[in-house]
């Protein structure tokens, strides 16, 4: 297998950070390589908003817990009264992955982003995790004051975010892959 191949097989989920921010160079090669995802027609319907305040990343943090409050669904419920929990896993950088609300398939343009990043990461020996609870807080009554207070842009729609930093410990194994999941038609 290539050694290109393998990473992908290699990328994980982390959720345990060292305190140290990602350094510029590796930030920026990050962002560019979401920038070179796929997209309909090349219409790159992304907007990224990069967060190093570790101030601002707990209150997006604690804002997005209450509301998980006050959701019908019990594990949310259950995370958002969790004190320990934190929704940005104590990252030093998150990344929220906008889509231009006028383009139909933005959100699948913004998830090839999304996924660029993650791989560009684990290529640069980064920690990255895909998550999306830290965006309830634009489901919120306070949604509208931390898209202004981010310089998300009218008619852009929070979809995603990523997590990045230096792994603390060990990397976790990968979960037993599914079987049976693919159907030749030839």
């Known amino acids: 297998m290539s050694a290109k191949l393998q990473l992908i ?3 994980r989920s982390i ?3 060292t305190g140290e921010q990602v350094q510029e160079r590796d ?5 560019e390589a979401a ?3 796929p997209s309909p027609g090349g219409s790159q319907p992304w907007f990224f908003t990069v967060i190093q305040n570790r101030e601002l990343i707990k209150e997006l943090s604690e ?3 209450e509301v998980a409050r006050n959701k019908d669904i019990e594990f949310l419920k ?3 009264n969790n004190p320990e929990f934190h929704a940005f896993h104590n990252a030093p950088t998150v990344i929220i992955v906008s889509g231009d609300a006028r383009e139909p398939f933005a959100t699948a343009a913004c998830a090839a982003a999304t996924q660029n990043m993650l791989l ?4 640069l020996g980064l920690g990255a995790c895909w998550v999306n609870f830290g965006l309830l807080v634009f489901e919120g009554y306070k949604g509208d ?3 202004e207070k981010l310089g998300i842009p009218g008619g852009y729609k929070p979809l995603f975010s990523v997590t990045l930093g230096y792994r603390r410990g060990d990397k976790p194994q990968a979960a037993p892959r599914k079987s049976n999941i693919v159907n030749y038609i030839r």
């Open 9 to 11: 097989k290699d990328r």
């Open 15 to 17: 959720r345990a950070y």
């Open 27 to 31: 930030l920026q090669a990050i962002l």
């Open 35 to 37: 920038m070179y995802a």
């Open 63 to 65: 804002a997005s817990k």
């Open 78 to 80: 259950a995370l958002g």
């Open 120 to 123: 560009a990461a684990e290529f």
């Open 145 to 147: 004051i931390y898209r």
